[in-house]
């Protein structure tokens, strides 16, 4: 008997936008259709899971309670919690490794403690075996039809959803057409490709369906792999793949780094983090997160998260340098703006890249700053990107769209850059070297992980 929990008090505490509730809505919905039509229609309870078990516990005769894992610290307490209860039931409890490829504790050091470089952590990662993707049941028989709640949508959920477009369409069907796509085109020039914005097929844009288990981590993986073996590559398709296969190593890294250190989400892996003497302008932050700096790259990037629920990977580091190394403000509140807007929005992904873009997680070293004009020249050279998410600066040619106030005004509606670049940057390294000699001296007060 397949079953959804709506866990209010989890949603409740989610910084999420409403829309994130809606694409979830429209995946689970074709999940329902699905099951239905295998025999097994899809039971959805709304409250507190040690509740709503207790419920059917008591409603049913349960025997085995299955469930994939999930590392996230609230996702644990929670299945602790619910096993336990199946426990005084007699019901057996059977978990499994679904949502990643190599469980967090299934790789350690040399001297069995967990990585905090990544590059270690994937030559450990490749060598662990993978388990590799299975098919659909062909049916479900016996399954009892119970009262079911309502698919739980925005409305339902009392969030309001801002998100006018999806940058991805939801559900299974959407994600395989998609991945077939990129497989059979993106995927052979993904290492040249993937950092430049305006390529909508320069990555896969899996990420929104691994967030929602619409695809399986095991398919990418092992049709990436099954593609390394054709011989007819060349050595720079093969690099491509290879590239692909690093990047879904990241996302195990970091929830390798989550699951080993649980409060992460709240306190920066580096103590240096916490001291910083953040400005937390609530001005300069709205400026941000309304893509108006008067930074071309970094607006068009924060309108289409704003717009659609995506952004992609090279502009989210520019737009988190931009937060917390320009305008001094804490990584913690990119980090939750992003949390409420991303469909791919994943708190083990999220937090570890907002720490590392701000220099004070783990693998932080050199001190990486970026530049938004040179990001902008680089990445998206002749300004499609930003004609496509800024309009009011589309009349302007590529040599003065990366900085429109050095040619007069840029528009009337664009604004000057809120912030010196050059200014504010030197003055975060000044007060982030002071502060990394004072913890290295042991003055800031120890992180209290024992590495
Ligand atoms: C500040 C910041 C916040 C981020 N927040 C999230 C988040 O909440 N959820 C999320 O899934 N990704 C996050 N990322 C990582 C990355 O930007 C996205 O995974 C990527 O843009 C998704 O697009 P894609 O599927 O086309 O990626 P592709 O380039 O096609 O990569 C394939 C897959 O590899 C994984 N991946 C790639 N890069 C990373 C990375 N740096 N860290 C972790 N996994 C990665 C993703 O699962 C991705 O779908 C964040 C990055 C930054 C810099």
Redesign the pocket.
């Known amino acids: 008997m397949p079953l959804f929990i709506v866990d209010r008090r989890l949603i409740a505490e989610l910084p999420s936008d409403g829309t994130i509730f809606d694409f979830q809505a429209a995946c689970l919905s074709e999940l329902a259709d699905r099951l239905a039509y295998l025999g097994a229609p899809l039971c959805i309870r709304y409250g507190e899971p040690t509740e709503v078990f207790h419920a059917l516990f008591n409603e049913l005769s349960v025997a085995v309670l299955y469930y994939n894992r999930d590392y996230e610290p609230y996702a644990r307490e929670r299945d602790r919690a619910v096993e336990a209860l199946a426990r005084t039931y007699g019901v057996t409890v059977r978990s499994f490794k679904d949502h990643v490829l190599v469980e967090p504790w299934e790789v350690a050091t040399a001297d069995g403690k967990p990585f905090v470089m990544y590059t270690p952590f994937f030559r450990a990662w490749s060598a662990v075996p993978k388990p590799e993707p299975f098919g659909e049941p062909e049916h479900l028989r016996g399954v009892p039809g119970l009262r079911s709640d309502p698919i739980p949508k925005a409305v339902h959920l009392g969030k309001p959803a801002t998100i006018a477009r999806w940058a991805v369409d939801p559900g299974m069907h959407a994600a395989h057409k998609r991945w077939e796509r990129?497989r059979s085109g993106g995927l052979l020039q993904?290492h040249k490709s993937?950092d430049f914005p305006a390529l909508e097929e320069?990555?896969?844009?899996?990420?929104?369906?691994?967030?929602f288990g619409a695809i399986s981590?095991r398919r990418?993986y092992w049709d990436a792999v099954a593609y390394l073996q054709d011989p007819r590559l060349s050595a720079e398709e093969r690099t491509a793949i290879e590239r692909?296969i690093a990047?879904?190593a990241?996302?195990?890294?970091?929830q390798h780094v989550l699951w080993h250190f649980p409060d992460t989400p709240r306190r920066s892996f580096r103590p240096l983090g916490d001291a910083f003497p953040w400005e937390n302008n609530e001005h300069l932050f709205r400026a941000w997160s309304e893509g108006r700096t008067g930074y071309p790259l970094v607006d068009a990037a924060m309108r289409e998260l704003n717009e659609t629920g995506?952004?992609?990977?090279r502009v989210?580091?520019v737009?988190?340098s931009f937060l917390v190394k320009d305008l001094h403000i804490d990584w913690r509140w990119?980090?939750r703006y992003?949390?409420s807007k991303?469909l791919?929005?994943?708190?083990?992904?999220?937090v570890?890249?907002?720490q590392?873009?701000a220099s004070v997680g783990v693998d932080t070293r050199p001190l990486r700053i970026f530049n938004p004009i040179r990001q902008s020249r680089r990445y998206d050279p002749d300004g499609t990107y930003i004609r496509r998410w800024v309009p009011e600066l589309s009349e302007l040619p590529a040599t003065s769209i990366h900085e429109p106030w050095r040619s007069g005004r840029p528009g009337t509606e664009y604004p000057y850059p809120i912030v010196n670049h050059t200014e504010r940057k030197r003055l975060f390294e000044r007060i982030y070297t002071q502060l990394r000699s004072r913890s290295a001296t042991g003055e800031l007060p120890p992180s209290g992980r024992d590495l």
């Not at 995506?310 to 990977?313: T, W």
């Not at 791919?344 to 999220?350: E, I, P, Q, R």
């Open positions: 990129f993904y993937r320069g990555s896969s844009r899996m990420s929104p369906y691994l967030r981590i990418l692909f990047e879904l990241w996302r195990e890294f970091f995506y952004m992609h990977n989210r580091m737009v988190a990119g980090e992003f949390r991303l791919d929005g994943d708190l083990a992904s999220n570890g890249n907002w590392w873009a």
